[in-house]
């Protein structure tokens, strides 16, 4: 019983997770205006403007048409589409459709078929923001890492899960009251004696004032006994 409630909270937290994280890739996705918002710089040929492993932050937003010599794109490679390239742009040449020339900052000249000719159909973005060497963790989580961090996750919450029902186990809930709740308790205890003690006074004036008329009674027919027997003993 106990390893089914384990294995469902672990299953629940990460589904929580999983939810989360797409629900924030999905909004990451819709401000940045492209299916993919982040690039890895994994060759030298913008340095020293881009290095190794330097994080890119794509804004997809920005048309084609408002892209400036001097910015830097990222783009489908032209010749075969095999790979995505962030290079600097050089030229535009105004047409149907519109073309860029890009160059790598650290290349010698414009390569045919990976630089040019860039239209609408290759283009993805503006690189928006830069972040140095963050993309060395890409590096790290490659298999086997990435598995071996994902069994460790998963004990870790495993572990946590059995400490916390073990704490339960060990230490149930008290019933025992803390001294400011049983000071509370004793002042409403207090004023529910109180609250007696008033109703009982009320009880015993309500019941004097009933018998009250009776012994003015009493005390008129004593008085008209004693009136009758000093008549009588007048009489004789």
Known sequence: M????????????LVIVAVGVIIIWIGLQVVFGTENPFYVVASGSMIPSLQV???????????????????IIVFDRPNGRDRVIVHRVVSITDGDPLTIKTKGDNNSSSIPGTDFPITEEEYIGKVEYI????GYVTQVLKPPTNYILIVLVISVMIVKEVIKRKNVKDHPPSDNLNPKDSDELKGYSDLEKLKKDSAYTEHLDSKISDNEPEFEVEEKKDGKKKSDENNSEIKK
Do not use: A
Request: no cysteine; hydrophobic share 45%.
């Open 131 to 134: 972040i140095p060497q963050i």
């Open 53 to 71: 492993y330097d994080v890119l932050i794509v804004q997809g937003h920005v048309l084609i048409e408002d892209i400036q010599i001097g910015d």
């Open 2 to 13: 106990t390893r089914r409630l384990i294995s469902k909270n672990i299953i629940k937290d």
